[in-house]
């Protein structure tokens, strides 16, 4: 399996935030941000995967995984300074960055206003329903109502319960991600049961945070490589990744067929060997 060291690193007054080291620590680094409600115990085998030759460092963000969860501080911001803070924590001057989902936003936030300490990026599964200007009101505040409701029932116990027998009900592919998903989001706490490893209120606060999103300026403000990755199945609908790919004049897009959301889930090999090429040409 090779090096694998964990630790934290605090980035501003009374947050604490976990992160993971893997591969070789002379390889040139990559920054992981995971999606929302993950952590990057979700993403264990993709870290793994890229990490020969790579040095790959996976961020638990702020409100997730064994990270802190304050009460506030979860804009895009917040998360591109957290981003900054671990690179100064390690050392690493430049980086390649790569993001899946709410992580690819903020890898794309963190690029356009950090140009020269991110020397490529990638982004996994731009979530459409939220970069799309006449969806982004009604998914950003679907979302914020579910995170309150669920916050409110106070049982993590039963919602995982009722998850646990909801995904053997699902397909094969879906199974296990919904599996994979719960696994890495219990934490036992003795007698007190079971919670989870990521905070409701930082879910509902995160998708106040992109409400208006501007991601037409993000895309232009974006002056390194960039390779755009899309499941044929996923949320990054087609229309919009060629829109994004003409405001992108160094992007590349690729689609991985018969793959959903979560892509390493079902072509872990596929997707690795594809972000390792591009990331050696873009650091040659």
């Known amino acids: 399996m090779g090096r694998v060291e964990e630790g934290f690193f605090k980035p501003s007054p009374g947050v604490r935030l976990h992160y993971v080291d893997v591969g070789p620590e002379e390889g040139k680094p990559i920054i992981f941000i995971h999606g ?11 870290l793994q995967a890229l990490a020969q030759p790579w040095r790959v460092v996976g961020l638990d963000l702020r409100g997730h995984g064994l990270s802190s969860k304050p009460e506030s501080g ?6 591109s300074l957290d981003v900054r803070a671990l690179a100064e924590h390690l050392g690493i001057g430049s980086y390649a960055l790569i ?7 903020v ?3 963190h690029a356009a ?3 020269r300490a991110v020397r490529a990026l990638v982004t996994i599964e731009l979530p459409s329903p939220v970069i799309k200007p006449s969806l982004n009101r009604l998914s950003c505040w679907t979302s914020v109502a579910m995170a309150k409701a669920l916050s409110s029932l106070g049982n993590p116990r039963r919602e995982i319960a009722f998850l646990y027998v909801l995904a053997s009900l699902l397909p094969g592919g879906m199974k296990k991600t919904l599996r994979r998903w719960l696994s890495s989001n219990m934490i036992s706490e003795g007698r007190r049961g079971l919670r989870w490893a990521f905070s409701w209120l930082a879910v509902a606060e995160i998708m106040r945070g992109l409400l208006g999103l501007d991601i037409d300026g993000l895309l232009r403000a974006i002056r390194c490589p960039i390779l755009l990755v899309r499941g044929s199945r996923g949320l990054f609908w087609a229309s919009d990744a060629k829109k994004a790919m003409r405001s992108l004049p160094r992007a590349r897009l690729i689609t991985i067929e018969r793959a959903g959301h979560v892509i390493f889930t079902v072509a872990l090999d596929e997707l690795s060997r594809r972000v390792r090429r591009f990331l050696g040409e873009a650091f040659a």
Request: aromatic share 16%.
């Open 107 to 109: 890898a794309l936030y």
């Open 113 to 115: 206003h950090e140009p």
């Open 36 to 46: 929302l409600t993950a952590n990057i115990a979700f993403y264990r085998p993709l």
């Open 74 to 79: 979860y804009i895009l911001h917040h998360f």
């Open 99 to 105: 993001g899946h989902c709410l992580g690819a936003l």
